[in-house]
């Protein structure tokens, strides 16, 4: 008595594998779903360049806006930094430096606007920073 346990019965010639059909079908899903999460990583690390770029922008208005309302207001407007001006292509700094009328001491309204482009052609939100600082008189300090 040769008698194979029901457990362990050899396939029959009905059912031996995968058919060609359902191969197929699983080698689509498998690449619809890997082109998704190539799109998905795509748009993510565009959006973590913006990011970076914006607190590159940010962070060179403050430092522009520091040394501006520091510096003598006849000198020359200082420049994009080395590492703002690699980080943010097409940087440019607007400066803007106008008296405020009202009473009390003479005060000037500052402000530090950076444009750059976010991707080539496209312009990004400009970075807006402004200050007031008291206006320098004959005689003082």
Known sequence: ???TPPHRRPPGPGRRGFSLIESTIAVLLLMTAMATTVRALAWVARDRRAAERRAVALREAENLLDRLSLADPEAAP???SDEAATSL???EVVIDRRPEEG???A???LSVTIRYEDR???PARPVR???WVA???EGSP
């Open 120 to 122: 080539p052609g496209e």
């Open 135 to 137: 206006s320098k008189t």
């Open 129 to 131: 920073l402004t200050t």
């Open 107 to 109: 005060m000037e309204r």
């Open 89 to 91: 292509p097409g940087g």
């Open 103 to 105: 009473e009390g001491p």
């Open 1 to 3: 008595m040769n008698r």
């Open 78 to 80: 200082p420049a994009l």
